[in-house]
């Protein structure tokens, strides 16, 4: 083998190829020193016509062993697929194994504010649908002067945006109102998971929507998904001609099949159930459609015995990640306090940390980016005495709105709130350093 | 010329470099704007966008209607069919009752059956209630039924369900929760008329943001 490849990699072609490379910038001034070098650096940039010789089993990243000391035993070689470190294991937690399931983040596992794609939360009511992505159509009909049917590579083809933004379940929290389900024994990924963020990419619904030629009596749209639950949500055109994407992009790639491949409705700051994945049909209309999901599931039963009809708007939130259940710190001293901030109606702009149950308040430290109706990392440096504390943390958004205490959060929502749960949580920390949840 | 301007004059040669050997002639460009502390920022650029782009094609009325299966509480979208009660009555003991209970009301999936508490919708005073939530004491609209057992029941044969079946499954549960009577028959007539008991219950978020909490 190595001879025949030693043959070859004297033709002109390569040689051009190599050079070329190393202008580029690949390798760059890095001299070749074995012809097992040369080929395998010429098939990074061609890997059409020069065949890549077999790796030992020990190359190919699947089960590479650990060396005394990795300067003395030559690495692996680059591959065309990465994964992660062998020592490192974040996982979704599937909560519910069914049909209409869901699986929720390892809050505490994930730096910074993106989640990979992998361990983005899923909720689906009919489970995940196979759509080939050449027969995937969009159409787009009722009041609108041309109906239209789009395919993936139309939408492609239109401008493109690329934001990035939190998407939230509406029932994210729900573990935090007091019922029969409450323990203190609960993780940030188990109370709060049903949050991710992500860059989007996608088409603007507006562009869309203009193409088609939109009634200007018309004042709703309803969405519709491709899944066996054939999901719908009414949404208002208002939102659709706002800020709306059809989204085929997260993360630099193409949509995972979890979060609508190939292409999903995405609503900047609104709850997660209206951002219709695996997105089919949008019919414009001059009414709300009253379909299941929006009356009979996601409206929020009100103290005064109403109940709130679409609501659609994600509250400023802040939760702490760490220190948090089940972590046990091992000592007293500095530890820096972490989490994560939101608002579905703009930019976080404070963060404020209590370590002592909520009498005194210290702002914490926002990390760039602090983007809209996206997630804003906060850091607070904590020098732990030893003794029981209780950490909070509170978040405000550029509308003045201030993330609401328990007490008031129940007081107003009512004991049977189930949705939108995003009062102030507690961690208290005990003598032996375990953190519970206060619920 | 500052150092960025240089490093970006460099990276762009090499692209247009690789690109022109495989062949795919693409435009590289890099837009750098002096600002007034000596730093470069990306200049934000606002293009023009044509009247229609043209992309896409017209979809015809055959695979609207292929695909256009919503109902609304006006009525529309409802086909012409009828059904039963007592049609119901043996559909849903054979496609529905394993999930939802003989009667509507024993699970072990949504509880779907049920008028308690008859009075005062106290849903938002404990997460009692929230577990007895019912098509007879919470589902404002009674199209609802027929739109979403269509499109999504049985969830092991969605969407397998003929109009006579699902006209029939509306009447029975409709019946079980005591808003029509036994003999009564629907079609896309009398469905919309229907007026179920939680239907005023519903407001308008009234959530806005801002100093106070709602």
């Known amino acids: 083998m190595p001879e025949q490849h030693a043959k070859r990699s004297k033709g002109s072609k390569m040689s051009r190829r190599l050079w070329l490379t190393g202008t580029a910038g690949l390798v760059g001034g890095m001299a070749i020193k074995t012809v097992y070098d040369a080929v395998n650096t010429a098939s990074a940039a061609s890997p059409s016509t020069v065949s890549q010789p077999p790796l030992p089993q020990k190359q190919q990243g699947i089960s590479q062993s650990v060396p005394k000391d990795p300067t003395k035993v030559p690495g692996r070689l680059a591959s065309e697929l990465g994964q992660r470190a062998p020592y490192e294991h974040p996982r979704r937690l599937v909560v519910k194994p069914q049909l209409s399931g869901y699986s929720v983040t390892p809050l505490q596992d994930l730096r910074g504010i993106i989640t990979p794609a992998d361990l983005h939360f899923e909720r689906h009511h009919g489970g995940i649908p196979a759509i080939d992505p050449q027969q995937y159509r969009l159409l787009i009909h009722g009041m609108v002067d041309r109906p239209m049917r789009f ?17 939230e379940c509406s029932g994210n929290g729900f573990l935090s109102v007091p019922s029969e389900k409450s323990t203190p024994e609960i993780s940030p990924q188990r109370l709060d998971g049903l949050i991710s963020t992500s860059e989007w990419t996608g088409v603007p619904l507006r562009m869309l929507l203009r193409e088609a030629g939109v009634n200007p009596r018309a004042k ?7 899944d066996a639950a054939v999901m719908t949500r009414s949404i208002p055109l208002e939102k659709a001609l ?3 994407l059809i989204a085929y992009g997260q993360n630099g790639e193409a949509l995972r099949p979890e979060q609508g491949y190939p292409a ?13 994945k695996w997105i089919r049909r949008i019919e414009v209309s001059d009414q709300p459609f009253m379909t299941r999901e929006e009356t009979s599931k996601y409206t929020d039963p009100l103290p005064d015995c109403t109940a709130r009809l679409f609501s659609f708007e994600m509250d400023a939130k802040s939760i702490i990640t760490f220190p948090a259940f089940p972590y046990r710190l091992p000592q007293k001293g500095w530890w820096e306090i972490t989490g994560l901030a939101w608002s579905g109606r703009g930019r976080i702009v404070r963060v404020e940390v209590s370590t002592d149950g909520g009498r005194n308040w210290r702002r914490a430290v926002l990390q760039s980016p602090v983007l809209p109706k996206c997630q804003t990392r906060f850091n607070f440096l904590w020098n732990w005495n030893g003794k029981p504390a209780t950490l909070m943390s509170r978040a405000t958004d ?41 619920i | 010329m500052n150092r960025p301007l240089v490093l970006s004059i460099v990276c762009v040669g090499c692209l247009l470099e690789v690109c022109c050997w495989q062949a795919t002639p693409q435009e590289a460009t890099t837009v750098v704007m002096q600002t007034k502390e000596g730093t470069t920022e990306p200049e934000m650029v606002q293009q023009e966008l044509p009247v229609r782009f043209g992309f896409g094609q017209r979809a015809t009325r055959a695979e609207i209607a292929a695909w256009d299966i919503d109902v609304r509480p006006d009525g529309q979208g409802l086909p012409a069919a009828a059904g039963t009660v007592a049609q119901g009555r043996s559909i849903y003991a054979q496609k529905c009752a394993a999930c939802h209970g003989p009667t509507g009301k024993e699970g072990p999936f949504d509880v779907l059956v049920g008028r308690e508490p008859r009075e005062g919708f106290p849903f938002g005073k404990s997460m009692e209630f929230f577990r007895q939530k019912t098509i007879g004491n919470y589902w404002p609209y009674s199209t609802t039924l027929y739109d979403y057992i269509q499109r999504a029941m049985p969830q092991n044969q969605p969407g397998s369900l003929q109009a006579h079946e699902v006209y029939s499954l509306v009447a029975f549960l409709l019946y079980q929760n005591e808003i029509i009577g036994p003999d009564a028959r629907l079609d896309a007539q009398s469905l919309p008329l229907i007026r179920m008991p939680a239907r005023d219950r519903f407001v308008r ?10």
Request: no cysteine; aromatic share 16%.
């Open chain 2, 205 to 214: 978020d009234n959530r806005q943001g801002g100093v106070t909490f709602r």
């Open chain 1, 151 to 167: 395919s993936l590579s139309d939408l492609k083809r239109f401008p493109s945006i690329s934001r990035f933004y939190f998407l």
């Open chain 1, 242 to 244: 706002d800020d709306a």
């Open chain 1, 264 to 276: 999903r409705l995405f609503l900047p700051g609104w709850e997660g159930n209206t951002m219709i």
């Open chain 1, 220 to 226: 709703w749209l309803l969405a519709e998904g491709n």
């Open chain 1, 398 to 438: 550029e509308t003045g709105y201030v993330q609401p205490e328990r007490e008031l959060f129940l007081r107003k929502r009512g004991a049977g709130t189930f949705y939108h749960a995003n009062q102030i949580r507690a961690w208290k920390v005990q003598k032996d350093g375990r953190v519970l949840f206060d």
